[in-house]
């Protein structure tokens, strides 16, 4: 009941009262407009040159400067949605019920929305590790933004976010002053890491993080990224162009029922792997980061043009994999451990296990030239260093379903030496790889 709340001030009442009067008079636009402010936005310059708004702002705010409680008075009356209650009607109860939660310290929900350009799902939305991944309609992308009366450039959600998936997550939050809320750095990849990492493993092809917000939803957000968003191009009957979301990464019908049963995997995986201590969770979570960095420095072809690219992706890739196949053991014979146990869980037959261990033996030697500050000496296949990373990743965190890391560990050091641990390997590798999109370990005659 509002009779248990604070008495409501006279200054608030007063500039309730002034800008009733406001309304009532109907003022006019300035001459020489061509589009006009509306109603709303013309009270609102009008109410807030007065003295009573000036003096309310230093009594909500009475700890800020001058300037500093008018800029915060400013952006609570506006973005709250005030003036457009007034109109509409409401008490003064009821007004100061709404602009009361946003003069102090208060707990809110916070949400980051990031586009995830160039995927297609069959279905509208769905749920991953917390995650709500949808493609957002009109009204669900409005309700982002602050009363339209008041919304600029930087306060409008784009509108390809209606024609492209999201991924969506939210949280409780503590705001700690009705002033202007500072974002920390931010690094997509340390943020937001499982989810992308999940969705990446299923299919080979790439996408992008074109957009990026965050912030508290109807109130007020920020822009994080803010890129083009790839697009495609078809033609008309008639020969004309028409402009399309890219689509690289899609799950179709007839894949749905596999693809759910490879996020619940990968939510098994991760529900295990949380079990762990602390350091072998930051291997693994390491080898996610460093999946996720190579990927996106990629084109969707899974390559990278630019030389200097090329070889970031390659440290990527081969860091991951230390992460994955070596966690926690010495730093002795590095590369023949990489190589042998990477093409024990890989390939399908001894021929195939001879080839990748030694093309894995190749990489390594280039990862450490690059390391040291030489150039490469071969052509990268890159396309292909993905497809077996992600093979390995696949099989480890399948392993890890069950297991506690000083098991997985076991795994791996007797993995060369052991015909039963072999085995168990083959029927993880078997069981997760008939569940994602199908491996391409062939060359494909990377440069």
Request: negative net charge.
């Amino acid at each position: 009941m509002l009779s248990d709340e604070p008495q409501i001030p006279k200054l608030f009442s007063c500039f309730v009262a002034e800008v009733r009067e406001l309304f009532a008079a109907k003022p006019g636009a300035p001459r020489l407009t061509i589009i006009g402010p509306s109603a709303v936005q013309l009270v609102a310059e009008n109410a807030e040159g007065t003295t009573t708004y000036r003096a309310l702002a230093l009594e909500l705010f009475p700890a800020k400067q001058n300037s500093s409680a008018l800029n915060t008075a400013f952006n609570i009356f506006r973005r709250s949605g005030f003036y457009g209650r007034v109109e509409s009607g409401d008490t003064d109860e009821q007004l100061w019920e709404l602009i009361t939660p946003f003069t102090k310290a208060r707990d809110a929900v916070w949400a980051t929305l990031l586009m995830l350009d160039g995927c297609s799902f069959p279905v509208k939305k769905f749920e991953f590790l917390g995650y709500t991944i949808n493609k957002l309609s009109d009204e669900e992308r409005g309700a982002f933004e602050p009363p339209r009366d008041f919304i600029s450039f930087s306060d409008c959600l784009a509108p390809s976010f209606s024609e492209r998936w999201s991924l969506l997550y939210k949280q409780d939050s503590h705001i700690r002053s009705p002033s202007s809320v500072r974002i920390p750095q931010y690094e997509l990849h340390v943020t937001h890491w499982k989810p992308l990492f999940g969705l990446g493993l299923y299919e080979r092809e790439c996408f992008y993080i074109s957009k990026i917000v965050q912030g508290e939803p109807g109130f007020n957000f920020f822009r994080i990224r803010d890129e083009p968003v790839r697009t495609e191009f078809v033609y008309e009957p008639s020969g004309e162009p028409h402009e399309i979301p890219a689509e690289y990464y899609k799950v179709t019908d007839e894949e749905w029922a596999s693809f759910q049963d490879y996020l619940k995997f990968f939510e098994k995986a991760m529900a295990n792997i949380e079990k762990w201590d602390a350091k072998r969770q930051r291997l693994i979570r390491m080898a996610g980061r460093r999946y996720l960095r190579a990927t996106f420095i990629s084109h969707p072809d899974g390559d990278a043009f630019p030389e200097d690219n090329r070889e970031d992706v390659l440290l990527q890739y081969m860091f991951g994999l230390e992460s994955l196949l070596l966690p926690g053991e010495s730093r002795g014979g590095i590369a023949d451990k990489i190589a042998i146990r990477g093409a024990l869980i890989v390939g399908k037959d001894d021929a195939e296990r001879d080839e990748l261990r030694g093309l894995l033996k190749k990489l390594y030697a280039s990862r450490s030239n690059l390391a040291h500050g030489h150039e490469l000496s071969q052509p990268l296949d890159l396309p292909r260093l993905r497809e077996i990373y992600r093979a390995v990743a696949l099989v480890i965190l399948k392993l890890s379903e069950s297991r506690s890391s000083s098991e997985l560990q076991n795994v791996l050091m007797t993995l060369a030496t052991s015909d039963g641990i072999r085995g168990e390997v083959r029927e993880a590798r078997n069981a997760v790889l008939g569940i994602v999109r199908s491996l391409n370990l062939a060359p494909t005659g990377g440069r």
